[in-house]
């Protein structure tokens, strides 16, 4: 907004002309502040990473996601790259700060399509993120590729836990499990890098989800006669089976149980 220009007059020891410079300083800070605004200093450097992805702590904004940098490297001639964490690398940072006031290094970051919820297999493997600002000025990461996933995909067992109480007509458990990528050519199976797991203590940077329920185990043994007692047993820790996600990030496969038949 243009300031007054004074001909005449003075404020104390400051004449008119004084006046006036402060005003044409004032303006000259006005448009440098619209300016800052629509190109920040901290505006990104580089246009395009690639990264890993996770999901948000509960204080970022629905939609949001958050990212990690990583770097391609290869140690053997012939062997093709592979990619790891960047050193010191750019990543989305907390939303809030511990004092819960707003984080100056956040670094916002969304899918290219608008959503306020993303499936979990979204999340996995290695993406392309594009910075772009939007005509108010604001500055956003958004992921313009990513590897393509199936929809299911091999985990193994890693621990199991009984539901309590048991559900009527047979025992059900909560499994723990990590995911593992199979080694062609072979029959090897191992832990992918920033993969996914079920549980606590999720290792290697994996992005860590609920345990996982077996759909096979909401089905009510067959009775054993007077004879003979049917008792359904936990998928063996080690077991590799093929899992999946529901909408809500629920993890599950469908394995079925052995059973343990004891006669009287």
Known sequence: MPLPRFTSGSLGRLTFAD?????????VVQRFAREYSRNPAEDSVRKDLFVTLSRPPSTAPVGDVAFAEVILTSSVELIPPYWQLAPNGITSGAHKLANGQPNPNYQPCYFLRSVTAYHPLDLVGVARLTWIRSKEGRGYWIITARERRAETFPAMITNKTPTTPAPLGGSRWLYGWQEMVHTPGSSAFTI???????????????????????GAEYSTPQAGGSSATVTRLAI????????SFDNNSGAFFHARNEYSVNCL
Not at 19 to 27: L, P, Y
Not at 199 to 210: K, S
């Open 236 to 243: 063996q820790i080690g077991e590799i089976v093929s899992m």
């Open 19 to 27: 006046i006036n410079e402060i005003c044409e300083a004032a303006e």
């Open 192 to 214: 992918p890098f920033a993969g996914m797991y079920g549980g606590t203590g999720a290792p290697n940077g994996a992005i860590q989800y609920g345990t996982a329920l077996n």
